[in-house]
């Protein structure tokens, strides 16, 4: 699995470079535009390396493939119809689309649904069932939304039908996101099951891109964004869980 870890390495890196380079930028600007790709894509190309090397290309590259279309349905239905998170409509900025949907959001879905199934799976420690995976998987998930969601609005790369009570975004929103986080979650129990058992139990390094990304969107938001609202209300949904699972590794390790 060099090969893979090598591609988690330097996708890993790449992720963080962007994200350290997105604030210093203009907002709405054509530099972030690029970034966001790269920081998307960087995420979906890191968390798919670390699952071939813990689940093998066949499974990792069904379950990315499968998770990609099954969301990019979801997205191009909840632009028509308002299901399930309500009226919002794509812009032009980010290219290429595909059903006017932009082609990075599938790939966001995986990159940030599996690091949250295992932070999920993590925390849970002994609670850890298939049922239980899902629903708090989901929800760590769909935390994610609390930081992606303002950023994104905020640069202009879609719009909501009426302005909601979180900079702008219904609550809506977000129980959509809870809901196709079920079908996610669902999905990674069949095609990626966890290890009942033994050292392997827990990935490391997939509930680590977890945590990093609740710490350093919650530092983001509070230093370089200035948007201390959104800072809280993110890190109050994504650091307990990535705090919950680092206590339970941490005590499995000991």
Avoid: C
Avoid at 38 to 50: H, I, P, S
Avoid at 188 to 205: C, K, M, N, Q, S
Avoid at 206 to 228: C, E, H, I, K, N
Avoid at 236 to 249: I, K, R, V
């Amino acid at each position: 699995m060099r090969v893979a870890d090598r591609v988690a390495a330097v996708a890993g890196a790449t992720t963080i470079a962007g994200m350290i380079a997105t604030p210093l930028l203009p907002q709405g600007g054509r530099g972030r535009k690029i970034l966001s790709s790269v920081v998307v894509g960087g995420m979906w190309a890191t968390t798919t390396a670390n699952a071939v090397r813990r689940w093998g290309a066949a499974r990792a590259g069904a379950a990315s493939a499968a998770t990609a279309v099954a969301t990019g349905v979801v997205e191009r239905i909840g632009t028509q119809t308002g299901l399930p998170f309500g009226r919002y409509a794509y812009t032009d900025a980010l290219r290429p689309q595909v059903a006017h949907v932009p082609a990075i959001v599938p790939l966001a879905w995986f990159g940030m649904g599996l690091p949250a199934r295992e932070a999920a799976h993590a925390a849970l420690g002994n609670r850890s069932t298939p049922a239980t995976r899902i629903v708090l998987g989901s929800a760590a998930m769909t935390a994610w939304d609390l930081f992606l969601d303002p950023q994104m609005v905020g640069e202009g790369y879609w719009a909501w039908a009426r302005r909601g009570l979180y900079r702008g975004i219904p609550l809506s929103n977000f129980g959509g996101w809870f809901l196709t986080g079920l079908g996610i979650m669902a999905l990674f129990e069949v095609v990626l099951p966890v290890a009942r058992t033994g050292p392997d139990r827990h990935d490391v390094r997939l509930v680590g891109q977890y945590g990093y990304m609740s710490v350093m969107q919650t530092l983001g938001f509070a230093r370089y964004f200035r948007d201390p609202l959104v800072a809280v209300v993110g890190g109050l949904g994504m650091l307990p869980f990535a705090a919950a699972a680092a206590t339970q590794l941490t005590r499995r390790a000991a």
